[in-house]
């Protein structure tokens, strides 16, 4: 078992503001890291450190963080952001692990 | 720019062993380590463990403990992962991706090695 939570599916309309979160305990320690997945293909960073987007990430993606959920917010969702999305920290025993996903999808 | 390129798709039988690679270019790679990440079909993405291409280290996770081992070769830029006792539950598609420490993660990826282990 995972020991960081995600919702398994949220749906957002297009255009709308969309946050998926992923809460733990070492998020209260750790930063969370963020990956958008889509079918047959590898993970893609989009979302590290405080609120940090490597280069060729759009800015409508930011992420943040209190207490023991760290969120991942698209502002303006588009079609293309409908993928699988998963976090990514620390474990009590400081190794990552990733959370169970996100299916986004957009209506 | 940077690059990891994996080995191809792997057929194993139950027991057996598998040794994917990952063959990284576009960066200077003993500056960096290398996680190993798995995703079982239909299912989400699981860390297998972490190499330090600079000296070696290695951390793996409790679960593969045993039964996996991961190296690298410097010589040529590449990492390698190897995970012994193969059960189907092991089969996955396989990547392996750079690793820049708990406050980035995983800033890029192979394009992944299916595994399929049957009988």
């Known amino acids: 078992s995972s020991e960081l939570t995600q919702d398994p599916a949220v749906s957002v309309a297009l255009g709308q503001t969309v946050r998926i979160t992923c809460q733990g305990d070492?998020?209260?320690?750790?930063?969370a890291s963020w990956y958008q997945q889509k079918p047959g293909q590898a993970p893609v960073l989009v979302i590290y450190?405080?609120?940090n987007r490597p280069s060729g990430i759009p800015d409508r993606f930011s992420g943040s963080s209190s207490g023991n959920t760290a969120s991942l917010t698209i502002t303006g969702a588009q079609a293309e952001d409908e993928a699988d999305y998963y976090c990514n920290s620390r474990d009590s025993s400081g190794n990552h692990v990733f959370g169970g996903g996100t299916k986004l999808t957009v209506l | 720019q940077v690059q990891l390129v994996q080995s191809g798709a792997e057929v194993k039988k139950p027991g057996a062993s598998v040794k994917v690679s990952c063959k990284a270019s576009?960066?200077?790679?003993?500056?960096?380590?290398i996680s190993w990440v798995r995703q079982a079909p239909g299912q989400g993405l699981e860390w297998m463990g972490w190499i330090s291409a600079y000296n070696g280290n290695t951390n793996y996770a409790q679960k593969l403990q045993g039964r996996v081992t991961m190296t690298t070769d410097t010589s040529t830029s590449t990492a390698y992962m190897e995970l012994r006792s193969l059960r189907s539950d092991d089969t996955a598609v396989y990547y392996c991706a750079r690793d820049l420490g708990a406050t980035v993660g995983f800033d890029y990826w192979g394009q992944g090695t299916l595994v399929t282990v049957s009988s």
């Open positions: 450190g405080k609120n």
């Open positions: 070492s998020l209260r320690s750790y930063y």
């Open positions: 576009g960066y200077t790679f003993t500056s960096y380590g």
